[in-house]
């Protein structure tokens, strides 16, 4: 029988039906371009903290049986203090640790994440280091210690690897959490190596999940899994009462929120709702001329891309600009992409940006917060104050297109969120995001950081370059059609 693995078991732990899924091997479908960088990320973080304990040894084989048998010979051998990558199994379960050290009372396990020790995920870690103690004490040996390597935010390019990682000592949470994984580990087997698939529960976790349609043969669209911010406590008295799409949902369970509301009258009317026309026109009559629709792209990773940048700090590498000079849709575009990735440009697109948005007496952009904390990032980063004082004050010109849509307009199709990528193709159908080779934001950074790391060949980056302008340059443009679009609706 196939041993249970912590990803199958942690999934078991979220919902049963997902721990079947996951364990029957249910192949999900290929891996984007940002999973897959990750992934590679994750690696190289687990190779580094190797690095903190200098003599371990590796246990290099995949096949379960053969990397326990090595581990069991490591933790015999004398000579040896530290492991990595050890493998323990018990009856039905196999873990692997990212390291074992051996200790006075027994063996200090350690779990290693690409995560900065300051993650708000601290909870899930702990529950995936839960998982390894359990098994190692399942097997035989006893557990001294559990710790969480972390990445260190006062990382900088060049440090030495020590400084690269903090490491939190969570041995006595992991001891609470493991008592009600234990609970969870006496049913799991029965149910995971069924080969009758568990029926599943609707609730508030199947939101998100890709097997709604294969669990209970419904469709996420115009369900109440798209009503904003509708809440746990609310969904699941709603699915309790048998009341899964929108329509059927009673308007009084909804008057209190205009937003929920205006969803509700666009789904059962089945077209596009405004509310507060005249606000609406308001706030479009008071944009001053010329705006500048602006879009930012960022990259962050764990391991910095320059110098003096913090792991995960955001740096803007590339942006566009159209700027609409007065009403009349004739519009100029602008553009920045670092020219040499492998060096920190972020100076020259600064100077470069206010010079490009001199003219411009409102900028708009899709979620401004985004460009407003980026503009003041770049406004605090050199030592050049009249530079520093010209971008402070372009982030006052900010507006937000989303926030325009959010408090005034819904479509049916926006299917629960305001992001640029469900506004444009519901309310804007001649533009669309349709034959790019990029398609998100998440996949243009990842493919930027490859740019930086040289892992493409000099070959292909000119069709790259081109690919990645021209996906930036369509996020403006999106903007400019919206914003047409909520002048049409608005007086219409
Ligand atoms: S749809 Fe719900 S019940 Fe089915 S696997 Fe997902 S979370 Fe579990």
């Not at 995920?121 to 190692?136: E, F, G, S, W």
């Not at 911010?229 to 899964?244: A, P």
């Amino acid at each position: 029988m196939k041993m249970i693995n912590k990803y199958s078991f942690l999934e078991f732990e979220k919902c049963p039906v997902r721990g079947w899924f996951a364990h029957n091997s249910f192949q999900k479908s290929e891996l984007s371009i940002a999973e897959k960088f990750r992934i590679r990320q994750g690696i190289e973080i687990g190779k580094r903290a190797r690095n903190l304990f200098p003599g371990g040894i590796l246990v290099e084989a995949m096949e379960p049986n053969e990397a326990v048998r090595d581990t069991s010979l490591l933790l015999n051998n004398q000579s040896v203090e530290t492991i990595f990558e050890p493998a323990f199994f018990d009856d039905n379960f196999i873990a692997r640790a990212d390291m074992v050290r051996k200790a006075q009372n027994g063996l200090e396990v350690y779990e290693v994440k690409s995560s900065l020790s300051t993650t708000s995920r601290i909870r899930d870690y702990i529950k995936d280091l839960a998982y390894t103690v359990m098994v190692i004490e399942d097997s035989g040996y006893r557990v001294s210690d559990a710790k969480l390597i972390l990445v260190s935010k006062d990382y900088r390019k060049g440090d030495e690897d020590s400084k690269l990682f903090d490491t939190v000592d969570v041995f006595n949470k992991v001891c609470e959490q493991k008592s009600d994984l234990y609970l969870k580990k006496t049913t799991a087997p029965g149910v995971i190596n069924s080969s009758k698939r568990p029926d599943g529960k609707l609730s508030y976790t199947c939101r998100n999940c890709e097997y709604l349609s294969s669990c209970f043969n419904l469709k996420r669209e115009f369900s109440i899994f798209e009503l904003p911010r509708f809440g746990k406590k609310k969904t699941e008295l709603h699915l309790n009462e048998g009341i899964f799409y929108i329509k059927d949902v009673s308007i009084d369970d909804l008057k209190n929120d205009p937003k929920l509301l205006r969803v509700y009258r666009a789904i059962t009317d089945g077209k596009t709702i405004v509310d507060g026309r005249d606000l609406l026109c308001e706030k479009l009559t008071s944009l001053q001329y010329p705006i500048g629709y602006l879009d930012f792209e960022t990259v962050s990773t764990a391991i910095p891309l320059y110098n003096n940048i913090a792991p995960y700090e955001r740096i803007p590498y590339q942006y566009s600009l159209h700027v609409l000079k007065k009403p009349g849709w004739i519009l100029e575009h602008k553009e920045f992409l670092f020219s040499n990735p492998s060096s920190d440009e972020t100076y020259e697109l600064a100077k470069q940006l206010v010079k490009d948005a001199k003219e411009c007496k409102t900028l708009m952009a899709h979620h401004a917060s985004t460009e407003k904390s980026i503009i003041l990032w770049l406004a605090d980063r050199f030592s050049n104050p009249e530079l520093s004082n010209q971008l402070k004050a372009m982030s006052d010109l900010l507006v937000d297109s989303q926030s325009l849509i959010e408090n005034h307009v819904y479509h049916p199709e926006f299917h629960g969120s305001f992001s640029i990528k469900k506004v444009l193709p519901a309310l804007v159908k001649e533009l669309s995001y349709e034959g790019m080779h990029i398609h998100n934001g998440d996949d243009a950074q990842y493919i930027f950081a490859n740019m930086a790391l040289d892992n493409y060949p000099p070959g292909e980056m000119a069709e790259i370059r081109k690919d990645m302008l021209e996906y930036c340059k369509l996020d403006t443009l999106a903007m400019v059609e919206i914003h047409k679009k909520l002048i049409e609706l608005a007086w219409n």
